[in-house]
């Protein structure tokens, strides 16, 4: 069973920056891909970025692309979201996603709070 725990989030002005971790147990992580959602209050959940199970392939929403990235260490079993350039739009609970690349099956995080100031 695929265990994700996210840490990183916080409070951070406008234009700031945070970077969030997501540390991947219980299955062979290079056998995953890996991505980042987050859901605001009142809103479905949407995707951000996603890495391929390699690392070479990053998609990103338009709303975050040139500002977030993306990376994945397979010796760490972890994944990063580096997010900059902040706006307080990007506020949301930000969750871990894993999808495994044979059955497809997907893992979540409990997810971290992110908090923009204007």
């Known amino acids: 069973q695929v265990q994700l725990v996210e840490s990183g989030g916080g409070l951070v002005q406008a234009g700031g920056s945070l970077r969030l971790s997501c540390a991947f147990s219980?299955?062979?992580?290079?056998?995953?891909?890996m991505g980042w959602f987050r859901q605001a209050p009142g809103k479905e959940r949407e995707w951000v970025a996603v890495s391929s199970f390699s690392g070479v392939n990053t998609y990103y929403a338009d709303s975050v692309k040139g500002r977030f990235t993306i990376a994945r260490d397979n010796a760490m079993n972890a994944v990063y979201l580096q997010m900059n350039s902040l706006k307080p739009e990007d506020a949301a609970v930000y969750y871990c996603?894993?999808?495994?690349?044979?059955?497809?099956?997907?893992?979540w995080g409990q997810g971290t709070q992110v908090t923009v100031s204007s």
């Open positions: 996603w894993a999808r495994d690349i044979v059955t497809y099956l997907e893992s």
């Open positions: 219980g299955r062979t992580f290079s056998y995953y891909a």
